[in-house]
């Protein structure tokens, strides 16, 4: 103690300050704390200190992550005690939000000034910045209206980018009615996103994106998350990097519920209801019966929503003369547009109300030209998942689900490498592993291609799909033209193994493109064969298309019910003299079904209690000939669907719920 005490003295002699006290707490609050803003007392803070912002409060602020000197943590959080917050762990749910455990009292909320800081992201971080850790907080795009990016973490430059940065339980969300283009922009080194709800990322006209990386090398973490947003929830290329050959690597995505409300395939604004018309003061319109519409009207970004026109309303109404309208308010209008004609059906001019009140008198005056569109404005869909520029990604353990034809054609999944502004002809999709998830509720599976249509790219390669469950798969239902998978222009190392899909599109898998498909494995699956198969374009089902695409494949231990043939024969075995499969007199693949048990719980079972003959044993098989066999009963086993580890936010995964087979 006195040696301390004499380093202070002399230091202090000579005019030098000791290093400051490492672990202090900053509070900040509106009045009477240390700081009254955060971003000072974010500059003020050294490595080991943490900054408190007072729960329940709102912050007006632009904060930054400055670039400081040292190693360590930051921390950023609200204040509250950990004892009435999510454990480290466990998902964030705010109280607006269904199945909530947090109240939003206990986070510290942080607003934008809006006006001319519409754009600026209510977080970002310096170029070089490190060492922080955010959590407990609340990023609310109230003041953003729909304009660009929440949370920024990296630029679009070659400068160096921040590192080691987490965000853990926070909250980031959109404008409720407006939207926002996009949550979090993951442009560094070890970034992680833990535990967090994201949510209202939607956009009209434009794409939108809970979580995109375009020009951070990795590691990524993105773990137990709700991810919500209408163009892609995830997104890993799409602009080329500005680093010359760099790809998003080892970035891991898990556990996460990746989703769109289904209410985002109907219109963003509802129809005015209840228009009426009454006649009104002095105005310019000419003797005649008039025909009135209503349009609601909102402003997100840079575009204008619409809503489908109201029922049509008339009065005759005489020479020089107004009219009063009246409707039922829209939820997130700024204001109407009110078409008008003088023959029924016909509204070809219109007049935009001042505000979002929901009467007006019309005068006549001031007519723009312009028709009613026949139905409103949706947001841009496009898929849940997307890489145009990744490699050695895992999704693993996640819930992807609720995505129809609308800007795409309905996949959850598309894998295609994209050289977007050519200049990035390093472009690839590789060593991507998709693994023990639940994908339901699509029109489509997979979308994977082999090289960028338009631009010069890598070849995508080594593309693992195993072990998930994919059921709800169903292009009637969710639009388009979809198949399950749709494999073309050449990817090589396609594999996939173990999964089980309930679907009611045409092909199981669909391959398309002058190239052929190298080395695709296709095994210890099932799935419902529907009309085709294994298909692909200007081919045939079956045989002809594994030929033709999948040359030197493996594709064996299937089993697809209401296939014409008990079995595909795979290629990589020599033909035998009887070049088509052997008929058994035992039973068909067609006696297996799917049934739909308690949620969370699909299994397969056997139409009748009698057995059939079957190649998919679980053990690899050396042919797809088998010598006839029966399946006999046992005890429970697995299915194809392993069960996995349950997801902290999840109660129930698919489990075996009944006895499974074997040959023998």
Not at 301 to 325: C, D, I, N, Q, Y
Not at 350 to 361: E, G, K, L, V
Request: overall charge positive; hydrophobic content about 35%; glycine content about 8%.
């Amino acid at each position: 103690m006195r040696h301390r005490l004499l380093v202070s003295l002399a230091l202090s002699v000579i005019g030098l300050s000791a290093a400051p006290v490492r672990g202090a707490t900053l509070t900040v609050c509106a009045s009477g704390c240390a700081y009254t803003s955060p971003q000072a007392a974010v500059d003020a803070a050294h490595y080991g200190d943490t900054v408190s912002l007072r729960a329940g409060q709102t912050f007006v602020v632009h904060l930054v992550l400055r670039a400081k000197s040292g190693t360590g943590w930051i921390d950023i959080r609200s204040d509250a005690a950990d004892s009435v917050l999510p454990a480290a762990g466990v998902r964030l749910v705010p109280n607006d939000r269904p199945a909530s455990n947090t109240s939003r009292t206990l986070l510290a909320r942080i607003i934008g000034k809006g006006g001319a800081y519409k754009t600026a992201p209510l977080l970002r971080a310096e170029p070089g910045a490190h060492g922080y850790r955010l959590r407990f907080l609340e990023f609310d795009g109230v003041e953003h209206i729909g304009y660009e990016t929440l949370i920024q973490l990296g630029e679009d430059t070659s400068v160096a980018p921040p590192s080691d940065i987490v965000l853990d339980r926070v909250y980031v969300h959109g404008h409720r009615y407006k939207g926002q283009k996009r949550g979090l922009t993951l442009n560094g080194v070890r970034l992680s996103v833990l535990g967090s709800y994201i949510s209202d990322i939607k956009a009209v006209n434009a794409d939108s994106q809970a979580i995109v990386g375009y020009n951070g090398a990795g590691p990524l973490t993105i773990d137990n998350n709700y991810i919500e947003a209408a163009a892609e929830n995830i997104l890993f290329g799409g602009a080329d990097p500005a680093i010359t050959g760099l790809v998003p690597s080892d970035i891991a995505v898990r556990r996460n519920t990746l989703t769109k409300p289904l209410a985002w395939r109907n219109a963003i604004l509802a129809t005015p209801g209840s228009p009426k018309v009454a006649l009104a003061g002095t105005g310019v319109l000419k003797s005649a019966t008039h025909y009135f519409r209503v349009v609601a009207l909102m402003t997100t970004g840079t575009r204008v929503a619409l809503s489908a026109p109201s029922t049509e309303v008339s009065l005759s109404v005489p020479a020089s003369r107004a009219v009063t309208l009246s409707w039922s308010g829209v939820a997130g209008a700024d204001r109407y547009r009110i078409y008008r004609s003088t023959a029924p059906g016909a509204e070809n001019v219109y007049f935009d109300t001042p505000s979002s009140a929901t009467s007006f008198t019309y005068t006549g005056a001031s007519e723009l030209s312009g028709a009613p569109a026949s139905s409103g404005t949706k947001w841009v869909v496009k898929n849940i998942l997307e890489m145009k520029n990744a490699e050695r990604v895992r999704v693993e353990g996640n819930v992807l689900e609720n995505i129809w034809s609308a800007g795409q054609y309905g996949y959850a999944v598309v894998l295609t490498p994209r050289n977007a502004a050519n200049t990035a002809p390093w472009s690839r999709v590789r060593d991507i592993v998709i693994q023990n998830n639940i994908i339901r509720h699509a029109a489509g599976v997979l979308n994977l291609s082999g090289f960028d249509d338009t631009g010069v790219t890598m070849r995508t390669e080594r593309i693992t799909v195993r072990n998930n469950l994919m059921y709800d798969i169903d292009n009637t239902k969710y639009g388009g033209l979809a198949k399950a998978f749709l494999i073309g222009d050449g990817p090589s190392e396609v594999t996939f193994d173990n999964n089980t899909l309930v679907h009611t599109n045409s092909s199981i898998v669909y391959a398309y493109g002058s190239r052929t498909i190298p080395s695709f494995v296709y095994t210890d699956n099932i799935s419902l064969h529907n009309k085709y198969g294994i298909m692909g374009d200007g081919s045939t089902t079956g045989t002809p298309t594994i030929n033709r695409y999948f040359p030197g494949s493996t594709i064996s231990c299937n089993v697809s019910p209401a296939a014409r043939h008990r079995c595909i024969r795979s290629p990589t075995h020599s033909p035998r003299p009887h070049s088509g499969p052997r008929r058994s007199r035992t039973r068909r693949p067609t006696t297996i079904g799917f049934v739909p048990a308690a949620p969370w719980r699909p299994r397969v079972v056997p139409a009748e209690r009698q057995g059939w003959t079957s190649p998919p044993c679980r053990r690899r098989l050396r042919q797809c000939r088998l010598p006839r066999r029966r399946l006999h009963r046992r005890r429970p086993h697995r299915l194809p669907i392993r069960p996995t580890r349950p997801p902290l936010h999840a109660r129930a995964v698919p489990t075996p719920a009944s006895p499974a087979f074997r040959c023998r």
